[in-house]
């Protein structure tokens, strides 16, 4: 028997983070965050001076990049055995993964990746096309979603407990500009189809949406009868 994928996918600031990662805590599974993977990848063009046309050389880079996610109390990520965790998250990079991340044979090649976790783990993945391309047949597929005002406010606040001082209705701008890219881009992009759990976390604190969610996964493994 295969094992056990809980696919988490969503808009981002969504909460999809958050709610995976203690998902994967109570469950035992690893936790795989395939957007540490493209913002990898776009870390590595940036500091390597590739443009983003280029588009030969972006993918000869990824076929010989190393990506290291390590499930510890850290999350760390590592990239040709440099530990980039924090340098990922910063808004450069936010804005520009969405050149790597619409590349056909580069998502190739972070799929491969993203499938191999599977061979020996059970895993909660997160992302935008998990249950769509990485693992159709996962046994537990959540979209989480929430309204735009909430993720921008979430974000917001993150940013503020870091010492960033940002504007609220920029935030909002940014991420309705993410929408749009992740929802309409041509290669994978973020759909919900009808074999996918809805979550709207708009108005449910993060307990909440853990427990639907480790409910659906009882619900699924009595089904699978084991
Ligand atoms: O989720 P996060 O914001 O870290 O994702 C970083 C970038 O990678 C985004 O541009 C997102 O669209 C892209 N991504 C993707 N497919 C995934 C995960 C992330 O295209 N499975």
């Known amino acids: 028997m295969k094992n056990f994928v809980v696919a988490i996918d969503g808009p981002a600031g969504a909460g999809k983070s958050t709610v995976a990662k203690i998902v994967a805590k109570k469950l035992k599974f ?132 870091m010492g960033i001082e940002i504007n609220l209705e920029e935030i909002k701008k940014e991420i309705i500009k993410r929408d749009e890219r992740d929802k309409n881009r041509e290669i994978a992009p973020l759909i919900k189809s009808d074999d996918y759990y809805y979550i709207d976390t708009t108005n449910l604190t993060i307990e909440e949406v853990v427990e639907k969610i480790i409910k659906l996964y009882e619900k699924k493994k009595e089904e699978r009868g084991n």
Do not use: C, H
Request: charge should be neutral; proline fraction near 2%.
């Open 30 to 161: 690893l936790y795989v965050d395939t957007g540490a993977m493209y913002r990898a990848l776009t870390l590595k063009a940036m500091k390597l001076g590739i443009p983003w046309n280029e588009k030969e050389k972006l993918i000869e880079m990824a076929k010989n990049t190393k990506i290291e996610l390590l499930d510890n109390d850290k999350y760390r990520v590592l990239l040709d055995g440099e530990d980039v965790s924090e340098e990922i998250r910063k808004e450069e990079v936010s804005k520009n993964s969405d050149y790597v991340a619409s590349i056909l044979e580069i998502r190739q090649i972070l799929w491969g990746k993203q499938r191999d976790f599977r061979e020996k783990y059970n895993i909660v993945m997160e992302g935008r096309d998990i249950g769509s391309k990485v693992f159709p047949d996962a046994q537990l597929k959540i979209f989480l979603d929430a309204s735009v005002e909430e993720r921008a406010k979430r974000r917001y606040l993150q940013l503020k407990g």
